[in-house]
């Protein structure tokens, strides 16, 4: 597996474009430092789901659903990102 470093570079890259829930809910988000944010029906969410947050989360990956991350901050989201194929490329 890459380092995580290359990873959060690949999340950052992402940054505007569409992701989808494993529920099928739509959703984009902006990395305005070592966190970002999540915009879902054109409003942005009251979290943020930091860089520290997705390093723990991707040590446990690959994961099946959400619920295998349940321990990490906004799971539905974080393990949508991280299991898209833009983000994890073959390293997961």
């Known amino acids: 597996m890459s380092e995580f470093i290359?990873?959060?570079e690949r999340i950052r890259r992402?940054?505007?474009e569409e992701f989808t829930t494993a529920s099928?809910?739509?959703f984009t988000y902006r990395v305005p430092g070592d966190y970002l944010r999540v915009t879902r029906d054109g409003?942005?969410?009251n979290r943020s789901l930091s860089r520290t947050n997705f390093a723990k989360a991707t040590a446990a990956m690959p994961a099946d659903r959400p619920s295998?991350?349940?321990d990490r901050q906004g799971?539905?989201?974080t393990w949508a990102i991280l299991m898209d194929?833009?983000?994890r490329r073959d390293d997961w």
């Open 68 to 70: 295998d991350i349940k």
């Open 43 to 45: 409003r942005e969410i």
């Open 6 to 8: 290359e990873v959060w």
């Open 85 to 87: 194929k833009r983000v």
């Open 14 to 16: 992402c940054a505007g």
């Open 75 to 77: 799971s539905a989201y």
């Open 24 to 26: 099928g809910l739509p």
